[in-house]
């Protein structure tokens, strides 16, 4: 079973620090992967999209980093802001049909001030 | 903005009622998706269309059900409600069903709430 797995659950930082989440996956084949921003309430707003070719992938100040060989991505965030507090979910495309998208349950980032 | 819209904002009802949500894709995209957030869970993926036609069926129950008319706009029809359904639904949208990454970049709507009492 493709599966998403998303680690930490939760953080608290405070502004103006870094934190990086991470996403491992074992889904197979593999397209791309996605890193959404989920605001409480609000649809998710996609941050980046990595094809297996792609090591880094930068939206401001989010760095999306993804190794295919190990199957591991990352997501950074520089010098953190109250509006950054959201949850973070990493989306795996498993195939050319993007119906195929298996789902990480999120890692909910609270910037503290 | 992500230019997909979905109605009504808020829905409250009873169980064994039946609701009909309403998604309008971005301009241009063909493919229409329907997910159901359940209170601090993830995304479920519940069912596809591409122009018009069933692409695809995630974990979509029986009693609800979807179409796409042909002016793309979608709805997800969700009958004999129960509890357990109060979720927060999401519309996206995107170009096409196959190809390059970032022609299948999916949109999220702004999502609506359903609260069944």
């Known amino acids: 079973k493709n599966q998403v797995e998303q680690s930490p659950q939760s953080l608290i930082i405070l502004e103006g620090k870094n934190c990086t989440l991470q996403?491992?996956?074992?889904?197979?084949?593999?397209?791309?992967l996605r890193w959404y921003k989920q605001d409480t309430g609000r649809g998710p707003v996609s941050l980046t999209i990595?094809?297996?070719?792609?090591n880094t992938k930068s939206n401001g100040r989010y760095t999306a980093t993804l190794d295919a060989d190990t199957k591991q991505s990352s997501l950074h965030i520089t010098a953190s802001q109250l509006s950054d507090s959201a949850s973070y979910i990493c989306v795996v495309s498993g195939g050319s049909n993007d119906y195929k998208l298996s789902f990480g349950a999120g890692t909910t980032v609270t910037v503290r001030a | 903005d992500s230019g997909v819209t979905q109605t009504p904002k808020h829905l409250i009802t009873a169980t064994g009622q039946r609701v009909t949500l309403r998604c309008s894709p971005r301009s241009g995209d063909l493919s229409v998706y329907w997910y159901q957030q359940s209170l601090d869970q993830g995304l479920q993926f519940l069912i596809q269309y591409y122009n018009g036609e069933e692409r695809a069926k995630g974990n979509i129950l029986e009693r609800f059900s979807a179409q796409q008319f042909p002016d793309l706009h979608s709805e997800l029809n969700l009958s004999s409600l129960e509890l357990g359904d109060s979720a927060l639904y999401f519309c996206?949208?995107?170009?096409?069903?196959?190809?390059?990454?970032?022609?299948?970049?999916?949109?999220f709507g702004p999502g609506t709430r359903l609260t069944v009492l």
């Open positions: 996403c491992n996956y074992t889904v197979s084949p593999f397209s791309n």
């Open positions: 996206a949208s995107s170009p096409g069903t196959s190809g390059r990454s970032s022609y299948n970049e999916q949109f």
């Open positions: 990595m094809t297996f070719s792609e």
